[in-house]
């Protein structure tokens, strides 16, 4: 369930928050996923982290290479609301260099795996900014499907661009 023959997931850790910080203080990674671009301090990370790994309403993953052993990235459900059945997903590559390798669509399908067949969540959503259309090409792919958009939400390099709302059905699960 947590793993594929490109990348394996695991539970995120208190201790993850050094990688985490380098990622989170990398503009070029941020500046696609992070509503606000700003650089932070490793006390901030670390206590981000620690909140997000201990949090009851939320199953955050490090991304593992399997190749390498590296972590790549995170992905997560949060916000699950069990009564009715969603949850938000997000993810990051941080890794750079492990960008077009497979290794998003890996990790949402692992993540959409846990939703639908151990969670037994009904809808899992999420939002994405306008200009990446690498991602949204990508959620097409899985079998989200656009819900709608936030119009003019994001100011980033001197535009303003929509925040596009997306989500998947768990009988649209591919």
């Avoid at 260099?97 to 949402?108: P, T």
């Avoid at 949204?136 to 390099?157: P, T």
């Amino acid at each position: 369930m947590f793993e594929n023959e490109i990348i394996q997931l695991r539970k995120l850790a208190a201790s993850d928050y050094t990688i985490y910080h380098d990622w989170q203080n990398d503009m070029e990674v941020m500046k696609s996923t992070n509503l606000h671009l700003d650089l932070h301090t490793l006390e901030e990370t670390k206590q981000f982290v620690t909140t997000i790994a201990s949090q009851s309403n939320a199953k955050a993953y490090m991304i593992v290479h399997k190749r390498t052993e590296r972590l790549v990235g995170i992905v997560s459900l949060i916000n699950i609301d069990y009564k009715n059945r969603s949850a938000e997903c997000i993810i990051d590559i941080g890794a750079k260099d492990m960008w077009k390798k497979g290794i998003g669509s890996s990790a949402i399908f692992l993540i959409l795996e846990l939703a639908f067949l151990e969670l037994n969540l009904h809808r899992v959503y999420l939002q994405v900014f306008s200009f990446n259309k690498r991602a949204i090409k990508l959620y097409e792919k899985m079998g989200f499907i656009h819900e709608g958009s936030q119009r003019q939400a994001l100011y980033r390099m001197g535009k303003w661009h929509d925040i596009i709302m997306m989500s998947i059905l768990e009988n649209e699960y591919i």
